[in-house]
Structures are given as C-alpha cells and as structure tokens.
C-alpha cells in the first residue's frame, strides 16, 4: 500500500502510539476501582474517583485535540506544497518546455 518500508513504519507507529499507552498503563495502574470506593464508603474516596475519572476524560480528549490540531496543520502543509507549482507560475505545469 505504501512505499515506506516496514522497519521505519514500525518505529514510527511505535513512537506515535507510546504516549496513549503510557497514559493508559499510567492511568490502569493509578485509578482506584469502584470496589475499593465502595469498601471504604468515604466522601474523601467518592471524591478522589471522581477526580481521577474527570482528569482522564480530560487528559484523553487533550490527547485527542492535539492530535486534531497536528493532522490539520500537516494537511495545510501538504495543500501549500502542491499548490506552490500553481501559484509559481500561475498554470499548471503542462511538461512542455517552451524556449
């Protein structure tokens, strides 16, 4: 499907998708489960979950927008790039060369 070969493709996904999975082992590892909320039955442990829920959405939808923001920004780049023959001359390359 694509000219890249498959040692840079892989390291290149790996690298993209190590900080997602950093946050989710982060985050697996340090939310508290219902179960222990509900043995302790403290406003204090309803409060810490309830913090941890919303600084993960919160986290996950930051992760989301700048991934938004990133794709946008390279899609403009891509767009400038292949317009930039047009605006150069101003027609589109034909391939005939005019002396």
Same mark, same amino acid.
């Given at each position: =499907?694509?000219e890249l070969p498959l040692p840079s493709y892989l390291l290149a996904s790996s690298a993209g998708l190590l900080p997602t999975q950093l946050l989710n082992s982060y985050l697996g590892t340090?939310? &508290?489960? =219902?179960?222990?909320? *509900?043995?302790? #039955?403290?406003? @204090? %442990?309803?409060?810490? +979950?309830?913090? #941890?829920?919303? *600084?993960? *959405? %919160?986290? =996950? +939808?930051?992760?989301?927008? &700048?991934? #938004?923001?990133?794709?946008?920004?390279?899609?403009?780049?891509?767009?400038?790039?292949?317009?930039?023959?047009?605006? @150069? @001359? %101003? #027609?589109?390359? @034909? %391939?005939?060369?005019?002396?």
């Open positions: =499907m694509t340090t939310l &508290r489960t =219902m179960e222990d909320v *509900i043995a302790e #039955q403290t406003v @204090s %442990g309803y409060v810490v +979950f309830c913090l #941890q829920v919303i *600084i993960s *959405i %919160g986290l =996950m +939808f930051y992760v989301v927008h &700048r991934a #938004q923001v990133e794709l946008k920004a390279a899609l403009v780049t891509c767009e400038v790039e292949l317009e930039a023959p047009l605006v @150069s @001359s %101003g #027609q589109p390359d @034909s %391939g005939i060369d005019v002396v």
